[in-house]
């Protein structure tokens, strides 16, 4: 009994992957929800502001927030994350012991599910909701590049930092799923850069006139109105990220860089152990019949990697932006597999005992963070 499982561990690993996650959801639910807590009380009541459309949508609904909700809501995203992706990765890859090893260095790495899990109510796993469906819906019209205008429009208003985080991932989904898959025209470039552009002017709306045009004293006491317990004013205490500058952002991020730095080892490290991963998309990449995909792939990873740059550049959740720059590379990594190949490339090998190791280590790692490594 013992030697098959020494031989293909993978079935044991997703297993130990789902009690990790369980372990983190609960280990979570014990901590305090500061910043998703008050992003659920702060809707459009002055008009329009940045980081609102969460709590403006659940102000619809109640009129007192209790703090059991930022689970609920971030739980039931979570769980759609994993239905929408598992729906993806059967179609793709399909389920069997030969992708075993791949489904789990995907599913089970520390930058994806176990690490939405541990920043339940951030607003980083709606833009991988949203990827996701698109990856999912039928692409041969103009409706989908509507509908990844509007997931766009969606992510920026729910914060902005979307437009670095995930639009560019749509951007290359929609540009592989629909323009090289059924040709570029006038009308639909035409379209997808009238889209883009109205992101973009939404994106500068709310970065520059989505400040809250009242005191802050004021604003915190209309949050404290909403909240179902006034007594955890402990809860209200980022209030003063609707009122801070981007260039306050940037200095904070200077000056917090000395520290935060010192965590590049260990994102090294992580990167590093991903490595068989890495291996077959670069092979995915390589067994594309078309030299155009080719070089539109790779400069389409040099883009998403520079947005995210410019973001570890801006704001200092460093583990976070990691991680979502993985998992958009997960993502692009299902659009790449269905473009036409040459050849068909092998997958990641079940036996092998150095990529058995990797998957064993990644999977023994609950999660990423939010600033620094764990």
């Known amino acids: 009994m013992l030697k098959p499982v020494l031989q293909n561990p993978w079935r044991v690993l997703l297993a130990i992957n789902a009690a990790v996650v369980a372990g983190v959801f609960i280990h979570k639910i014990l901590l305090p929800p500061y910043v998703p807590y008050i992003h659920l009380l702060v809707d459009y009541h002055f008009g329009f502001i940045k980081r609102a459309l969460i709590g403006a949508i659940v102000a619809l609904f109640t009129d007192k927030v209790p703090v059991w909700l930022v689970f609920a809501i971030s739980g039931a995203a979570w769980l759609v994350t994993l239905m929408l992706f598992l729906r993806l990765f059967q179609r793709t890859f399909g389920f069997s012991e030969k992708t075993l090893p791949l489904f789990v260095l995907i599913a089970g790495s520390p930058y994806f599910l176990k690490n939405f899990m541990h920043t339940l109510g951030h607003f980083d796993i709606y833009g991988c909701v949203f990827a ?48 090289l898959a059924h040709g570029v025209t006038r009308t639909n470039v035409a379209f997808g850069l009238v889209a883009l552009l109205c992101v973009s002017a939404l994106f500068f709306a709310a970065q520059f006139l989505g400040t809250v045009p009242i005191p802050e004293a004021d604003f915190v006491a209309y949050l404290k109105s909403r909240m179902a317990d006034p007594s955890r004013t402990s809860l209200l205490q980022f209030s003063y990220i609707w009122y801070q500058p981007l260039s306050k952002e940037v200095s904070d991020t200077r000056a917090w860089l000395p520290h935060n730095i010192l965590g590049l080892p260990v994102f090294a490290l992580l990167l590093w152990l991903h490595t068989p991963l890495w291996r077959y ?43 979502n720059w993985a998992v958009c590379i997960f993502l692009i990594l299902h659009a ?4 036409p190949a040459s050849r068909e490339v092998p997958p990641i090998p079940a036996e092998d005992k150095r990529t058995n190791i990797f998957g064993l280590v990644l999977t023994l790692i609950p999660r990423v963070g939010i600033v620094r490594p764990f």
């Open 132 to 179: 996701l469906m698109l990856l999912l819906m039928p692409a041969s019209s103009l409706l989908f590049v509507a509908a990844a205008a509007l997931f766009s429009i969606i992510l920026v208003l729910i914060h902005h930092i979307h437009l670095l985080m995930y639009v560019p991932t749509i951007i290359t989904i929609v540009v592989i799923r629909h323009y």
């Open 336 to 339: 790449v597999k269905v473009l």
């Open 281 to 323: 998309f670069a092979n995915l990449i390589a067994a594309l019949a078309n030299e155009m995909h080719r070089r539109l792939i790779v400069a389409a990873l040099i883009g998403i990697s520079l947005a995210y740059l410019i973001m570890f550049a801006m704001v200092f959740d460093y583990s976070r932006w990691m991680s």
